[in-house]
């Protein structure tokens, strides 16, 4: 199950945080801010903003998910 979980929430974390940037590159075609992402360039609309959070929030999980069945020697 935990390996399953992990794949699933790493995969969907990464899928929906690149939708998130994509978008906004589409939206803007400001490069500089994706590369520099820690600055503040970033203006990120409604939209994309959850998106980028959700991805960050599934690609967590994954991370904790991982850390569990390392854990647990279930992998």
């Given at each position: 199950m935990l390996p399953t979980a992990e794949t699933l929430f790493?995969?969907?974390g990464a899928g929906i945080y690149l939708l998130s940037i994509g978008l906004y590159l589409g939206?803007?075609?400001?490069?500089r801010g994706v590369v520099f992402f820690w600055s503040v360039k970033m203006r990120?609309?409604?939209t994309e903003f959850w998106l980028n959070r959700i991805g960050i929030i599934l690609?967590?999980?994954?991370v904790i998910a991982r850390f569990f069945n390392v854990m647990l020697m279930l992998g």
């Open positions: 790493l995969a969907l939206r803007t075609r400001d490069l990120l609309n409604p690609l967590l999980l994954g």
